[in-house]
């Protein structure tokens, strides 16, 4: 779940915590996750 992922990585010290959707093995940075999604990509930076 999404927001599971952003907590994990809030408690780890991660920010900008970026989760986007993909068709499969299409990675895209212009893609707003959906329920339709079978994969997402997640884009985090560590201060």
Do not use: Q
């Not at 408690?11 to 329920?35: A, D, P, Q, V, Y």
């Amino acid at each position: 779940m999404p927001s599971e992922i952003t907590w994990l990585l809030k408690t780890l010290g991660f920010s900008k915590i970026n989760i986007l959707g993909c068709e499969l093995g299409n990675w895209s940075r212009s893609r707003e996750l959906t329920t339709e999604d079978y994969e997402m990509l997640v884009i985090a930076r560590k201060d």
